[in-house]
């Protein structure tokens, strides 16, 4: 199931005049929670996903960065992988709008969710490169529990 | 007015990016809206030449507003923006009365050929090929 979900995850694209946003690797199928956030600055990007699909998706990127550019980024990666979904299930499956989550309200969801699928990609941000990680979660009710 | 346009997005990044594209292709951005109800409010107030208009939304989905401006203006030129592609979702905004969707990420010319060509808007002319078009230098400024 895991890697199904994974190959549903986008690999590159052009993020409008800003640049490629890069797949890295395959996804880790399970990775140990407390390792998320620990000794990190990170702020998440969450949507929902909505239909006959139990699932969130999780934007991690370093806390400090434009909240607006990697809604947008992480709306892209949601709704291709809703598309794939839906493609899959021949269900439709929509995306809620962007939630941005504070570093405590992140820790909470992460660990009261089932991880799923995880891809990291890269982006050139202002000439620096920029770490971002997309989880698949199962329990998406989490997303309004803050 | 022709050659103008009405920018619906919940995320800053995209109101500014189709911002800065109309406004590089000559168009005349009349205003912004967040939501799908804000959208309903600003389309009757500005009347664009065209509207692009974003699905998934707080308040008020991009679809419905759609439904709700086309149910008072049929002549309402809306075009959809959206990462969503899936097939149903384009016959849903196609029936509401969407004239064209458009996914994202666009590119600039794609979503400028479309609203060129459903307005009939061209720089070089100033002006579009409604009946109510006026020639460039008897515009008005706008709101």
Redesign the interface.
């Known amino acids: 199931m895991s890697s199904t979900l994974i190959e549903l995850l986008p690999e590159n694209?052009?993020?409008?005049?800003l640049g490629p946003v890069q797949a890295l690797s395959e996804a880790t199928p399970f990775v140990n929670p407390d390792e998320e956030t620990k000794g990190t600055d990170l702020q998440g990007i969450g949507y929902s996903l909505q239909g006959d699909v139990q699932a969130a998706v999780l934007l991690l990127i370093p806390a400090g960065l434009?909240t607006?550019?990697y809604?947008?980024l992480g709306?892209?990666i949601?709704?291709?992988f809703?598309?794939g979904l839906?493609?899959d299930s021949g269900c439709?499956?929509?995306?809620?709008?962007?939630r941005i989550m504070a570093k405590a309200a992140l820790e909470r969801l992460i660990r009261g969710s089932d991880l799923m699928a995880k891809k990291t990609y890269h982006f050139l941000d202002n000439g620096n490169v920029v770490q971002i990680e997309v989880q698949i979660l199962y329990a998406p009710n989490t997303l309004n529990h803050d | 007015m022709a050659g103008t346009v009405l920018i619906v997005d919940d995320v800053a990044f995209v109101r500014q990016t189709l911002a800065e594209i109309f406004t590089r292709a000559g168009y005349q951005v009349l205003g912004f809206a967040e939501d799908g109800q804000k959208a309903v409010e600003m389309y009757f107030k500005l009347r664009p030449a065209v509207v692009t208009m974003d699905v998934v939304m707080p308040t008020l989905s991009g679809i419905e507003a759609t439904r709700r401006i086309i149910k008072a203006d049929k002549e309402a030129n809306i075009i959809i923006v959206s990462a969503l592609g899936q097939e149903n979702l384009v016959m849903e905004a196609i029936n509401a009365g969407a004239r064209d969707y458009v996914t994202k990420p666009f590119k600039a010319e794609d979503i400028l050929k479309t609203a060129n060509r459903i307005t009939g808007f061209s720089k070089e002319k100033g002006h579009g090929s409604s009946s109510q078009s006026t020639p460039r230098a008897a515009q008005g400024g706008g709101s």
Do not use: G, R, T
């Open positions: 694209f052009d993020f409008y005049h434009d607006s550019v809604s947008e709306n892209i949601a709704s291709q809703a598309d839906a493609k439709d499956v929509l995306v809620s709008p962007p």
